[in-house]
């Protein structure tokens, strides 16, 4: 998969960061603080199909920090909770939550860029890691998990190779189940997969993360995979 990012250098005292954001923005994606009470990542096929890309990206670019602005999105009819947007770090990177505000000061004069990713390496890493969630759920080591912080309305989720990668599988799979939902044709958000087993456990219970689709407006753009797409209605000047 390609991915169109905007690269950044900023700095936080005598460190620098590489840091990408998507270009375009995720204009119909938004995300909720799961720190709260329930967070609902929604966002309609483009955005979930390039955020599992940027979640890819993410596993395997230990030195580059994935920011992806979500708060200014077009604001959905169910969006629970607050506004937050997402950044994705290695955990190998030791990014501190609280040196973002810092960062993302100096997020100006990107630069375009292009980056690949490779899915069948993701399917690889993230199939291993939920052979291992299977195996011992209850007991995955701190590095099996993402790590959630919220921060400077920032969802921050740190995390290793493999659970990046697993995470990168549960948002191609909501891109590609959400639309096939008569829901969807229906204008309303589908829970389509979540990331809350690949948050840690408290007390048997962890953060919940959850992923919807939902088409953008106005409907008549979208068609359910499967139908006959909707034809243009003769106008009067039709030839």
């Known amino acids: ?11 936080a005292g005598r460190y620098a960061f590489r840091v990408v954001q998507p270009r375009p923005a995720l204009r119909h994606t938004t995300l909720s603080d799961p720190m709260r009470d329930w967070g609902y990542l929604v966002g309609d096929h483009d955005g979930l199909a390039r955020l599992a ?43 501190r939550p609280s040196v973002w505000p810092a960062l993302r000061r100096g997020l100006t ?9 490779d899915e069948r390496r993701t399917a690889r890493h993230g199939s291993a890691w939920e052979e291992r969630w299977n195996r011992r759920w209850d007991r995955l080591p701190r590095a ?25 599988l549960q948002l191609a799979w909501a891109a590609g189940i959400g639309p096939l939902s008569k829901r969807a044709g229906k204008g309303y958000d589908v829970l389509s997969a979540s990331l809350t087993t690949l948050l840690p456990l408290s007390r048997g219970r962890g953060t919940e993360l959850d992923i919807g689709f939902q088409a953008y407006p106005p409907l008549a753009h979208f068609t359910r ?15």
């Not at 004069?109 to 990713?117: D, E, I, Q, S």
């Not at 006959?228 to 039709?238: H, S």
Request: charged residues 20%; glycine residues 6%.
């Open 1 to 11: 998969m390609r991915l169109r990012v905007e690269e950044f250098r900023p700095r």
């Open 109 to 117: 004069h990107g630069v375009p860029r292009t980056v690949r990713t």
């Open 144 to 168: 099996d998990r993402l790590q959630p912080a919220v921060h400077a309305r920032t969802l921050f989720l740190s995390g290793a190779r493999d659970t990046f990668a697993a995470a990168s």
């Open 53 to 95: 890309g940027l979640f890819s990206f993410a596993a395997y670019s230990l030195h580059t920090v994935v920011h992806i602005p979500l708060r200014q999105s077009v604001p959905r009819d169910y969006a629970p909770g607050v506004p937050v947007d997402l950044v994705l770090a290695h955990q190998s990177l030791g990014l």
């Open 225 to 239: 995979p499967g139908r006959p797409a909707r034809r243009r209605r003769p106008t009067a000047v039709w030839p």
